[in-house]
Structures are given as structure tokens and as C-alpha cells.
């Protein structure tokens, strides 16, 4: 992540408490929309890694946030139990680490060995040090404990290839190796199999400790990746794709060489983004859902021109290995003026809405997009916030966990027809941001419903294409009367979804229902036996 690029948006003043009612207004009011549902509409599988997140050595994210020894909170290795439980909760299936522009100046081998014995280095991306009490082994043991599949970036920023090399053979080599005897001695008799490996972080930004432009990174990138290959030829590698969508920034190019350049190499290829609402305008700040959606499908195209030509290529997906609203926890111009601030962003209810806005974005691009990574996990621009005493969840955690229920279903091609609205040349927007999901286990379709309208209630027909909802049906809602609304510790129950059974008035092949102005729903709808 990166000081000087960003996507920014905006806000509103609040409105009164709207409430979910199983039998709505819109089986009297005319409809405004339509959604259209059907099954055989496939996009594609929704990856389980679609939730994975993100864990970076800066502010309190691992100090204090995962890991903090000596705490009555912890276990015996240092592991915080309550974070553990609620990142059990969040339903996180993948955890990136150890950065971020962290990863830029990091040398993995400070952070093996005996704890006592490792050395604390001073963190040139945020400004900090780091003990390196928590390192590779603490890494990779946390998200065993959780069932958590790992993420390790590289150093492609002031590391080289051979450090590279030797960290896979440290994690997965079997054989009696220098380096797998090094993790023996630290207590790891069998390899910790990390299958996936980052080649670099941001390495297109200027900010990034090592930034290096297009040409000379995918010199770089191929040779590690060669090299790790040499050390575990089954792992998956994620190229860095462009973060710097500044003004003067040539982010199409980035992506373009890269892909050219490593396209018989890699599997996945990087995006980032990060959102806010500095000017205070709700609608305009879910507008950024045009933006999310243009990046992936031009990346998407860039894929396909790569490998044209190229059958027998492994294919390349999208990794959106960091995302979230993050624009207060900001200090002056510099990467240490902003770690100063820790990155300890507090969400208020809009933001909560904004997750569903980004996770609808890649369930419909769900054939593509099969990795996201939410930056981060716990403390910094997170879910989950701690103090030594114990924690609460931020807005954004219900979302978030809710959608996680989804992975491994079929995302759907849906029809919607909605009113819009327009912001500066974006051309039409639509109020209602949908994506659907089909769950075969379950016999059941989750229609995912944020309703973007400031004020605007908006009733809608929902169709079936076969006939086949059954009229039985879940609704999980999240609404507010005030869009600042934020928790705390002890305070953290003002912004909750509710659930509700619900009997469905069917209407030949569906139902009308309204969606209240800025409301997240998600209808699980039972299909018929």
C-alpha cells in the first residue's frame, strides 16, 4: 500500500432507521427494477481465496494484533485467542504476509532462529522497528492453527533472487537440505508446503523501496520465479501488477509488459485499490464501483491478448490482493508520516455498505477474479480492533463475513434494470449494485442487493427464469438511520445486520420486494426440491 495512489469518493448525512419487513411495500408499489435470476447463467466458480486478507508488519497489525506475548489474551505461543476467534468468524480462507511495502526492505532470514537471538531492524517502508520476534515460523504456524492457507510475498524491492530461492526451500523442501535443516532445528520437522508466493509488492510505485519500471522488474520476477520454481516447481506465483493509477501514471503499460514479459510464468497478476469519501457525498463514494469493475475488465483483456496464440499457457487470473476504504488515517506526504498515524482507520455504516460494493465486483467477475485480499486483518484499516484488554468489531466486519458464507458457490450472470444516477462523466450509474451466487449444497440462490440511492427506496420485480424458488427465503439486512455511525470498544452492536425467515407472496415466476435507500441485502432464495 501506498501513500500517493488512491481511488477517492464521498458521504451524506443520515436518514431515519428503515427496517427490513418480511412482507414489504412492494407488493403494492409498482417496481422500479427489475433482477433477473437463472441458474445456467454461469460466470464461474467463487473462489474461497476471493476472502482471503492481509497481515503487514505496520502499526499494531502484528504487535498487539495477532501476536502479543505475554498477554492474559494469548496462548502459549504469543497468539492472541481473541483475534484468532473473531478472524475464525470473519470466515478468512487466505492470509497475505509479511507486506506491503514492508516486504521491500525485509530480509526473511532476521526472522528465523531463536527468538532472543533474532535482531530488530529498523522498518524502512512505515518508519518503525520491528523485533522480528514474529517471523516466518510464526507466520506459517498461525494460519495452521486457523486453517488459513498462506500468501508469502517477496522482497522484490532491495532482495535478490537467491533470497527468494532459499525462503521456498526453507518452507517446503523435504530432503535433507542447509536450509530445511535450518527449519528443523526451529522446530518444523516437515515442510510448511506454502503454494503461494507474491513476486514483489507495488514495485511500479515510486514510493516502494526498490520501485523499478516495467522492464526491469520482469527481468527480475523472472529469474526469481525461475529459481523459486527450481525450489518447489508446484508452487503459484502472483506478478505485481500496477498500484499507481495517478494522474501521470501509465498503469495500462505496467500491466501490459508484464503480462508480455511473464506470461509463461506466472498465474496470477496483481490489483489494488483503495477507496474514500473525502468530500462527504454518499452517492459519489459508491460510485467507485465503475472504476472497480473498468480495472478488472481491462486487466481481463490484457490477460486475453497475452496468451492469444498460446494454448498450452498456464492461465492467469486476478489477484485484487489489496482493497479497502482507507482515506483518514493519512499523515502528511511520506510513507513514515503515515505509519505515525498506525493506519487505525474507524468505519463508520457507509463504509460497511462499500464492502458489499467491492465483493459484487468480484463475484461478477468471479471467471477472473479467484484471489482478494482485504488490507488487513486486525488493527490497521481492519475488521477487528484490539487493546490489551480485549477487542471490537468495526461495521465492516458483518459484511465481510456474511459474503465469506458464498465461496465455492456458482457466480451468475444476472439481469438487472435499475434507475441511475450520474456522477461527473461516468456516464450512468445504477442504484442497485447486484450480484447473485448459486449454491448447489444448499439448493438455494444468495442475491446480493446494495441499494447506492442516498434517499431512494426502490421496488423491484425478481424473477426466476425456470419457476423454481420455492417462496421460502432468509433475508440478511444491514440498514442505518446514520451513515457516521462507528463502534468501539464496548459500543460495537449500533450497526448490525439482522436475519429473518421469510415466506415469499411468489407472483407467477417470483416477487417484488423493495430495497430501502442505502441498505445492504442479501436474499437467500430456497429453490424448489
Not at 418480511?22 to 435470476?37: C, E, F, H
Not at 488515517?329 to 464492502?355: I, K, P, S, V, W
Amino acid at each position: 500500500m501506498s501513500v500517493s495512489r488512491r481511488l477517492f469518493s464521498s458521504m451524506s448525512l443520515g436518514f431515519p432507521l428503515l427496517s427490513f419487513s418480511t412482507q414489504s411495500r412492494a407488493q403494492s408499489a409498482s417496481p422500479q427494477a427489475r433482477i433477473k435470476l437463472d441458474t445456467e447463467r454461469v460466470i464461474g466458480e467463487v473462489h474461497p481465496h476471493v476472502f482471503g486478507n492481509f497481515a503487514e508488519h505496520l502499526g499494531r497489525c502484528i504487535y498487539g494484533g495477532l501476536y502479543e506475548e505475554n498477554s492474559p489474551l494469548s496462548d502459549s505461543e504469543g497468539f492472541r485467542k481473541d483475534v484468532m476467534e473473531a478472524i475464525r468468524g470473519l470466515g478468512v480462507t487466505l492470509l497475505r504476509w509479511p507486506g506491503g511495502n514492508f516486504v521491500s526492505g525485509y530480509d526473511w532470514k532476521d526472522g528465523i532462529g531463536p527468538k532472543d537471538q533474532r535482531p530488530t531492524r529498523p522498518d524502512q517502508a512505515w518508519g518503525d522497528l520491528d523485533s522480528n520476534r514474529f517471523g516466518t515460523d510464526e507466520f506459517l504456524r498461525y494460519c495452521e492453527k486457523l486453517s488459513i492457507e498462506p500468501y508469502v510475498c517477496i522482497n522484490a524491492g532491495l532482495g535478490s533472487v537467491n533470497e527468494a530461492r532459499e525462503w521456498v526451500e526453507y518452507c517446503n523442501e523435504p530432503r535433507r537440505t542447509s536450509w530445511s535443516d535450518a527449519r528443523r532445528r526451529n522446530g518444523r520437522e516437515q515442510p510448511w508446503g506454502v503454494k503461494i508466493w507474491g513476486l514483489g509488492n507495488e514495485i511500479d510505485g515510486p514510493w516502494q523501496l526498490g520501485h523499478k519500471n516495467a522492464e526491469d522488474y520482469v527481468k527480475f520476477a523472472r529469474e526469481a520465479g525461475k529459481a523459486m520454481r527450481r525450489a518447489d516447481e508446484s508452487i503459484q506465483l502472483i506478478a505485481s501488477g500496477s498500484s499507481d493509477f495517478g494522474g501521470n501514471a501509465d498503469w495500462v503499460g505496467w500491466n501490459r509488459e508484464v503480462l508480455e514479459g511473464l506470461k509463461g510464468d506466472i498465474d496470477y497478476i496483481s490489483l489494488h485499490t483503495y477507496i474514500g469519501n473525502r468530500e462527504n457525498n454518499f452517492e459519489r463514494f459508491l460510485a467507485v464501483s465503475r472504476d472497480i469493475d473498468y480495472r478488472i475488465e481491462v486487466v481481463e483483456g490484457m490477460i486475453h491478448a497475452a496468451k492469444t496464440g498460446r494454448r498450452s499457457q498456464r492461465p492467469i487470473y486476478i489477484s485484487f490482493d489489496e482493497w479497502n476504504v482507507w482515506y483518514r488515517a493519512r499523515g502528511g506526504n511520506t510513507e513514515f508520516d503515515t505509519g505515525r498515524t498506525r493506519l487505525e482507520e474507524r468505519y463508520n455504516f457507509e463504509d460497511a455498505l462499500a464492502m458489499g460494493m467491492f465483493l459484487n465486483s468480484f463475484i461478477r467477475h468471479a471467471n477472473i477474479v479467484k484471489m482478494a485480499n482485504l488490507a488487513q486483518v486486525v488493527n490497521v484499516i481492519a475488521p477487528i480492533f484490539t487493546n490489551p484488554q480485549g477487542l471490537y468489531l468495526q461495521t465492516i466486519y458483518f459484511p465481510l463475513a456474511e459474503y465469506a458464507k458464498q465461496k465455492n458457490n456458482i457466480a451468475l450472470n444476472t439481469l438487472v434494470e435499475s434507475p441511475t444516477y450520474s456522477i461527473d462523466n461516468r456516464g450512468p450509474i445504477p442504484y442497485l449494485d447486484v450480484s447473485a451466487t448459486h449454491s448447489k449444497t444448499e439448493n438455494a440462490i444468495c442475491l446480493n442487493v446494495l441499494n447506492k440511492s442516498e434517499s431512494k427506496d426502490i421496488t423491484t420485480r425478481i424473477d426466476e427464469a425456470d419457476g423454481k424458488l420455492s417462496g421460502d427465503a432468509e433475508v440478511w439486512f444491514l440498514n442505518h438511520g446514520d451513515f457516521k455511525t462507528e463502534h468501539t470498544f464496548g459500543d460495537d452492536k449500533k450497526v448490525l445486520p439482522t436475519v429473518n425467515p421469510v415466506k415469499l407472496r411468489l407472483d407467477g415466476r417470483g416477487f417484488n420486494h423493495t430495497f430501502p435507500a442505502h441498505s445492504l441485502s442479501i436474499v437467500k432464495l430456497k429453490l424448489k426440491a
